[in-house]
């Protein structure tokens, strides 16, 4: 597995610990965090896929 390095500023920081639950490491909050904009991203692909396009269709009148 690749090594990311990541140097948190203070707002970072704070949100981190303000985020930690019992028995976690900041590591396990920022995991958390990806996934959720994992899912973030596939209700955005989701979403784009089910949007109409408007190009192409009859005009209905």
Avoid: C, H, K
């Avoid at 994992?38 to 089910?50: A, C, K, N, S, V």
Wanted: charged content about 45%.
């Amino acid at each position: 597995m690749a090594d990311i390095a990541f140097r948190a500023n203070a707002e970072d920081e704070r949100i981190i610990r303000a985020s930690l639950r019992d028995d976690e490491r900041p590591s396990d909050v920022l995991r958390r965090a990806l996934r959720l904009l994992q899912r973030e991203m596939w209700y955005d692909r989701l979403l784009t896929g089910r949007r109409p396009s408007v190009e192409g269709l009859p005009d209905e009148r």
